[in-house]
């Protein structure tokens, strides 16, 4: 992970880094994220072999679907260990075809702010199989940024089931996040894969611009002290 910043937090390892209450006024870069959100417009592209069951167009054998997509982002306590310190939000993005209701996509995981190091986490899990967890250096008041994680890293890293591990080797992982003046918010997240029929590394694509539908509620530390 070239170019990313760490910070030195010095030798004591297990005293408490102190902490705001308050998650939302401290998420840095992934401030504009948090609430609810929906889009009908997403484009995904990704593989398919012959015989695949498509729905959507093929080219170069890559099909192409529009989605549907609900993404929510919570507000978390703060989170330490020991002197470091993580500002976050706990999501789950749901996808599906238009005009179906078979899960498309599912994911869970965490957008989380190191403040101190000027870093941005995000942890992936999706019910196939498989895990990973990027990062990138962002500066706090950033509109657009980078996190990526590559196969083999011992920190920000990939990690498959077997079959996938063979079938759909994971090289690569990167999204790029631009919050709008409008509200809004998209993203464009590009996963390079090594399959067996194929020569030269696949790259799977998805993109969306995202509207809030609802805001997002404190997290609970929070709700208790305005309370």
């Known amino acids: 992970m070239s170019g990313l910043g760490t910070h030195d937090y010095g030798p004591d390892i297990?005293?408490?880094a102190p902490s705001d209450d308050a998650t939302l006024a401290n998420l840095g870069p992934l401030r504009g994220l948090a609430g609810s959100w929906t889009s009908t417009s997403g484009a995904d592209v990704h593989p398919v072999g012959p015989g695949s069951d498509v729905t959507g167009p093929v080219v170069d054998g890559d099909e192409h679907n529009v989605f549907v997509e609900r993404y929510d982002l919570y507000p978390i306590d703060p989170q330490t260990n020991g002197p470091q310190l993580f500002y976050g939000l706990r999501y789950h993005t749901h996808i599906v075809k238009p005009g179906e209701v078979e899960t498309f996509h599912d994911q869970v995981g965490y957008w989380?702010?190191?403040?101190a190091a000027h870093v941005v986490v995000?942890?992936?899990a999706i019910p196939r199989g498989q895990v990973l967890l990027a990062a990138g250096a962002v500066e706090p008041d950033a509109t657009e940024f980078e996190v990526s994680a590559a196969a083999g890293?011992?920190?920000y890293g990939i990690l498959s089931n077997p079959f996938l591990d063979r079938a759909f080797h994971t090289v690569a992982f990167r999204i790029r996040v631009s919050v709008h003046e409008d509200g809004t918010w998209s993203y464009e997240e590009h996963t390079q894969m090594r399959l067996p029929d194929r020569d030269a590394l696949v790259d799977h694509v998805d993109r969306n611009t995202l509207t809030r539908v609802a805001p997002p509620?404190?997290?609970p530390r929070a709700a208790a002290a305005a309370g």
């Not at 989380?112 to 403040?115: F, S, T």
């Open 112 to 115: 989380l702010w190191e403040p």
């Open 217 to 219: 509620v404190p997290n």
């Open 153 to 155: 890293s011992e920190t």
């Open 122 to 124: 995000h942890t992936l």
């Open 14 to 16: 297990y005293t408490e």
